[in-house]
């Protein structure tokens, strides 16, 4: 049974709009959220994260929502830039983060078009 | 600095057979994290080492065993291949006393294997 569900698989965006990427999760216990992109032929890196103690965080040009009581949680990408095409992973996991544990979605394809 | 790096980058073995995924990590880490991404689906993670000990490990079977050497440099061993064990498998760094450790783990650009 998937603990993190990205339900889209791909999406595309006009560049200089917003591209907003969904993730929901199954386990209460999850305490610390993160999301990371990937390029083809690289690892993932990191983006943003969140704590469960926080319902938002924001990071020059990217934002990350967090409701608990829906066990949801969303990437928000303002303006969207070309560069930003690639696969983002939400991620979950226990202890604030401090462990190397995480739990990935599927990742959504996101495409900004010029 | 080169960051994560992993060794091969590509890989083909057959069924049966037993393969083993080298990785460095990034100069001043010290715990290395393994995972399998199977296509089209996110990474899993297989287990980390840390002070040459596995200290975390995910649902994996035991064909799956790793080692973690005095210099933190890692190996993911797999034995008996099934066909279901074609996937990038990735490397991950992190170190200790850097806050919150997720956020610090660097990935390397993982080695693709595939088993025919």
């Known amino acids: 049974d998937q603990q993190v569900k990205q339900n889209s698989p791909s999406l595309s965006v006009q560049e200089g709009r917003i591209s907003i990427l969904n993730c929901d999760y199954t386990?209460?216990?999850?305490?610390?959220f993160l999301w990371y992109k990937k390029y083809p032929a690289e690892g993932p890196t990191f983006l943003i994260s969140?704590?469960?103690?926080?319902d938002k965080n924001e990071d020059g040009r990217f934002t990350v929502f967090l409701n608990k009581s829906a066990k949801h949680l969303s990437l928000h990408i303002v303006p969207s830039q070309p560069g930003d095409s690639a696969v983002y992973f939400c991620?979950?996991?226990?202890?604030?983060?401090?462990?190397?544990?995480?739990?990935f979605g599927k990742g959504t394809k996101l495409s900004v078009k010029p | 600095d080169a960051g994560v790096t992993q060794s091969p980058t590509h890989l083909i073995k057959t069924r049966g057979q037993q393969v083993t995924l080298r990785c460095s990590p990034k100069?001043?880490?010290?715990?290395v994290s393994w995972y399998q991404q199977a296509l089209g689906q996110g990474p899993q993670f297989i287990f980390q080492?840390?002070?040459?000990?596995?200290?975390q490990r995910g649902n994996f079977p035991d064909r799956f065993s790793g080692h973690q050497f005095p210099n933190y440099s890692s190996e993911l061993n797999v034995n008996a291949l099934l066909l279901g064990d074609s996937a990038l498998y990735l490397c991950?760094?992190?170190?200790?006393?850097?806050?919150?450790?997720?956020?610090?783990?660097?990935f390397g650009s993982g080695t693709q294997l595939s088993v025919l």
């Open positions: 100069s001043g880490h010290d715990t």
């Open positions: 386990n209460s216990m999850f305490d610390y």
């Open positions: 991950a760094s992190s170190g200790k006393g850097q806050g919150k450790t997720n956020e610090k783990l660097l």
């Open positions: 080492y840390y002070e040459e000990e596995e200290r």
């Open positions: 991620a979950a996991s226990y202890y604030g983060g401090s462990q190397g544990n995480l739990i």
């Open positions: 969140i704590s469960s103690i926080k």
